[in-house]
């Protein structure tokens, strides 16, 4: 994906060379992380690396410049600027998910459930990223659950997300002619509960994603069928895909409030339409936000949700 080329200027993340260091570096993109061990690609060539010190700030899918120490291996000098980050929070840390993706796939199935807390979480999410989202609906072949699975999603798409309904098992080429054309130029990173179908979903997508898989998991040891680390696949030069490990929680502990009342699609009509122009929409008198919920324009589980992490991004604790 990313040409290997010698760069002569000094590392972008100003990490300081001693005199006289080589500073021929070599452009590679992350691939795969695990721990502080990442595995990077340079022109189809994958390198095991490691950071310097205990730098560990990188995601997958950011371009980097290595030192190599090894024709396989090297130590990443600096990171290229992010056009887009993807995280999570608690309240001591952030957890990166991934950077430069242009779109996230939130996959949900008709089973396992999933949670409606951690979609509208990743949601808002992709919406403080900058980034798009869709909803995949996998497993639409389990029919026993598919009415109700297809009502819990109506909001997202009365919000105007979009909604595909995909079954990667019982129709693999529909899923591929659903989903393929999507992906084409566009760094698409596919989150969910555990058991969604998310690497199902990619082991359609990616021509030889197995045999990849392998190869990493050997690189970086796991043997589990449940995805264990973020993982980038790079189709072509414009587009990768990336499989994450099922989540079961996500914080976002990170946002502010501004950043949150923003990122509710649903509330921007009513923004600046509260009697306070402070207003947090929770007690105030006359606030626009609880009027709409009142009228049913919003919906309360939203609200609820919305007060939940304003509440969250009160405790951090960094
Ligand atoms: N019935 C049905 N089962 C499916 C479908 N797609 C995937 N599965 C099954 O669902 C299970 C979980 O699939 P995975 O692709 O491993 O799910 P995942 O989202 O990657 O899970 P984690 O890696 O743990 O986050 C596997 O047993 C799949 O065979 C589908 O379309 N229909
Ligand atoms: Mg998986
Ligand atoms: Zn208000």
């Known amino acids: 994906?990313?040409?290997?080329?010698?760069?002569?200027?000094?590392?972008?993340?100003?990490?300081?060379?001693?005199?006289?260091?080589?500073?021929?570096?070599?452009?590679?993109?992350i691939i795969a992380a695990h721990g502080r061990?990442?595995?990077?690609?340079?022109d189809g060539v994958r390198l095991q690396c490691v950071t310097r010190g205990k730098k560990s700030d990188i995601a997958v899918g950011d371009g980097v410049n290595l030192q190599m120490t090894s024709a396989n291996q090297g130590v990443i000098e600096s990171v290229d600027e992010r056009?887009?980050?993807?995280?999570?929070?608690?309240?001591?840390?952030?957890?990166?998910?991934?950077?430069?993706?242009?779109?996230?796939f939130i996959v949900v199935a008709t089973e396992p459930g999933f949670a409606d807390d951690l979609i509208s979480r990743a949601l808002v999410a992709a919406d403080a990223a900058g980034v798009r989202a869709h909803l995949v609906l996998n497993k639409i072949d389990v029919t026993a659950s598919l009415a109700r699975t297809r009502e819990r999603l109506l909001p997202y798409a009365a919000l105007g997300y979009p909604v595909h309904e995909v079954?990667?098992?019982?129709?693999?080429?529909?899923?591929?002619?659903?989903l393929g054309p999507l992906l084409a130029g566009e760094s698409t990173i596919l989150i969910g509960q555990s058991g969604m179908g998310k690497s199902s979903l990619i082991n359609l997508l990616v021509p030889d994603a197995d045999?990849?898989?392998?190869?990493?998991?050997?690189a970086l040891d796991t043997g589990k069928h449940t995805t264990t680390f973020t993982?980038?696949?790079?189709?072509?030069?414009?587009?990768?895909?990336?499989?994450?490990?099922?989540?079961?929680?996500?914080?976002l502990y990170h946002l502010s409030e501004g950043m949150l009342e923003r990122a509710f699609p649903e509330f921007r009509p009513f923004l600046g339409k509260c009697k306070y122009y402070n207003c947090h929409h929770a007690n105030e008198p006359e606030c626009a936000i609880r009027g709409a919920v009142a009228d049913g324009s919003i919906a309360p589980m939203r609200h609820a949700l919305y007060l939940q992490l304003k509440h969250e991004s009160e405790q951090t604790l960094y």
């Open 1 to 29: 994906m990313a040409e290997p080329s010698a760069l002569r200027t000094p590392s972008a993340g100003g990490i300081a060379h001693p005199a006289g260091a080589n500073r021929d570096l070599t452009k590679a993109i």
């Open 83 to 104: 056009a887009s980050l993807l995280y999570r929070s608690d309240q001591y840390k952030s957890k990166l998910l991934a950077a430069n993706v242009t779109q996230l």
């Open 167 to 178: 079954t990667a098992r019982a129709a693999p080429e529909a899923t591929c002619a659903t």
């Open 231 to 251: 993982r980038l696949y790079a189709i072509d030069a414009q587009t990768s895909i990336i499989d994450s490990p099922g989540f079961q929680e996500f914080g």
């Open 211 to 218: 045999i990849a898989v392998r190869e990493i998991s050997a």
């Open 37 to 42: 061990h990442y595995l990077a690609l340079a």
